[in-house]
């Protein structure tokens, strides 16, 4: 199958392009090759290549003939450097989503696998002892300031135990970043209704592995403790250390691609469904800092007690739908998959 796949140059997108070369399908790479993410010379994945931008309606038009379905990576990723930021994401994320949306229905292509995000979940699921589920709000500032990163149970403050969120829990997107991940899944859930499109939306948790990017206010943590290993710095490792995280490798994201494009054609026509994209097994970013430097051959971790405000304290996925429902099961364990970043290549 032809299939248009947005941000292909990107980290995420090139794997998914490789991919889908590997298996026999015809990838097409669209991208804008955003200075933000591509601050030096972009590497072009091996593949056919529309240098264009998701807002451009006339230029993804050209781009959509022959295709099959669309698999859409485009995005301004990251929390960004600030509040100045966001009409940047809102225009890159959203209006893009729906530019390209639009273009797709005037083209008759009726198949799309986007790419979601765990933000879209706000601070997760957690169990307090007295009131079980719970969902607490933002953490206060004073709180973080006193180094109480925990978020405590709204109803009656005690101390609670993280869990793992499912598809079904409700969206508490906060950020503006997280905002616009959760408009792009509403965007694809009316254009499906309105088309009878079918549409996936991955909610992929941390990804991590070869061609991420170096660090930027656009980039993940593990990029920033890969980044600072290769200047020879200890990785700085904000809060206590303990946030829970479910790191899922690159290569099990691109076939988790993969998986959504086979089977998104036998989905129900009119429907969009999300799917969990997690490795399944949660580890704190301080144990990812820790494995990261031993395997690079140090400096060590140092734990510095700083806090980002968009940032949530735990989030874990239960990925169990993906697996069920489209057969996909992540292949590179953690241990294997952090000693492969260490010495894998950054993108610059
Ligand atoms: N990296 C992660 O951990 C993670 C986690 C959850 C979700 N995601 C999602 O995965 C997708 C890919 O992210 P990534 O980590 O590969 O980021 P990336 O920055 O490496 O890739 C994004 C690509 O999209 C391109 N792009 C951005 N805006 C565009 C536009 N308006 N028109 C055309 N191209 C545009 C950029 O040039 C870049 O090549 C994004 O949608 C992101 O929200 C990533
Ligand atoms: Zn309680």
């Given at each position: 199958?032809?299939?248009?796949?947005?941000?292909?140059?990107?980290f995420i997108?090139?794997h998914?392009?490789?991919?889908?070369?590997?298996?026999?399908?015809?990838?097409?790479?669209?991208?804008?090759?955003?200075?933000?993410?591509?601050?030096?010379?972009?590497?072009?994945?091996?593949?056919?290549?529309?240098?264009?931008?998701?807002?451009?309606?006339?230029?993804?038009?050209?781009?959509?003939?022959?295709?099959?379905?669309?698999?859409?990576?485009?995005?301004?990723?990251?929390?960004?450097?600030?509040?100045?930021?966001?009409?940047?994401?809102?225009?890159?994320?959203?209006?893009?989503?729906?530019?390209?949306?639009?273009?797709?229905?005037?083209?008759?292509?009726?198949?799309?696998?986007?790419a979601g995000s765990m933000?879209?979940?706000?601070?997760?699921?957690?169990?307090?002892?007295?009131?079980?589920?719970?969902?607490?709000?933002?953490?206060?500032?004073?709180?973080?300031?006193?180094?109480?990163?925990?978020?405590?149970?709204?109803?009656?403050?005690?101390?609670?135990?993280?869990?793992?969120?499912?598809?079904?829990?409700?969206?508490?997107?906060?950020?503006?970043?997280?905002?616009?991940?959760?408009?792009?899944?509403?965007?694809?859930?009316?254009?499906?209704?309105?088309?009878?499109?079918?549409?996936?939306?991955l909610r992929y948790h941390n990804v991590y592995g070869?061609?991420m990017?170096?660090?930027?206010?656009?980039?993940g943590?593990a990029?920033?403790?890969?980044?600072?290993?290769?200047?020879?710095?200890?990785?700085?490792?904000?809060?206590?250390?303990?946030?829970?995280r479910d790191f899922v490798h690159v290569r099990d994201v691109a076939t988790a691609n993969?998986?959504?494009?086979?089977?998104?054609?036998?989905?129900?026509?009119?429907?969009?469904?999300?799917y969990n994209a997690g490795s399944g097994h949660p580890h704190?970013?301080?144990?990812m800092?820790?494995?990261?430097?031993?395997?690079?051959?140090?400096?060590?971790?140092?734990?510095?007690?700083?806090?980002?405000?968009?940032?949530?304290?735990?989030i874990t996925a239960d990925s169990?739908?993906l697996r069920?429902?489209?057969?996909w099961k992540p292949s590179v364990e953690f241990?294997?998959g952090v000693?492969?970043f260490?010495?894998?290549?950054?993108?610059?």
């Open positions: 199958m032809r299939v248009l796949v947005t941000g292909g140059a990107g997108g090139s998914i392009v490789a991919a889908l070369t590997a298996a026999g399908h015809e990838p097409v790479v669209y991208d804008a090759l955003l200075p933000a993410a591509h601050p030096r010379e972009p590497e072009i994945p091996d593949a056919e290549f529309v240098r264009g931008d998701v807002r451009d309606a006339a230029a993804l038009e050209a781009a959509l003939r022959g295709v099959g379905a669309v698999c859409h990576q485009a995005a301004m990723v990251g929390l960004g450097s600030g509040f100045g930021d966001a009409p940047d994401y809102v225009s890159c994320n959203d209006h893009g989503t729906a530019v390209l949306l639009a273009a797709m229905a005037r083209q008759g292509v009726s198949r799309l696998v986007q933000v879209v979940y706000g601070e997760g699921r957690y169990v307090c002892p007295v009131h079980g589920v719970v969902r607490p709000g933002p953490r206060e500032v004073a709180d973080l300031d006193a180094g109480r990163f925990e978020p405590r149970c709204p109803l009656c403050g005690a101390e609670m135990a993280p869990g793992l969120v499912t598809e079904d829990a409700p969206a508490d997107p906060r950020n503006v970043y997280a905002t616009t991940k959760l408009a792009q899944e509403h965007l694809a859930a009316a254009w499906a209704r309105a088309t009878g499109g079918r549409a996936v939306s070869p061609g990017p170096r660090d930027t206010p656009y980039a943590v990029s920033f403790f890969r980044s600072a290993l290769e200047r020879g710095e200890a990785p700085r490792v904000f809060e206590d250390g303990g946030q829970r993969l998986a959504a494009l086979d089977a998104v054609g036998d989905r129900p026509e009119g429907r969009h469904t999300a704190t970013v301080g144990e800092a820790t494995a990261l430097a031993t395997a690079f051959g140090g400096p060590m971790p140092v734990v510095t007690g700083e806090y980002r405000l968009g940032d949530v304290r735990h169990a739908r069920r429902d489209l057969g241990g294997d000693v492969e260490a010495h894998a290549p950054l993108r610059s």
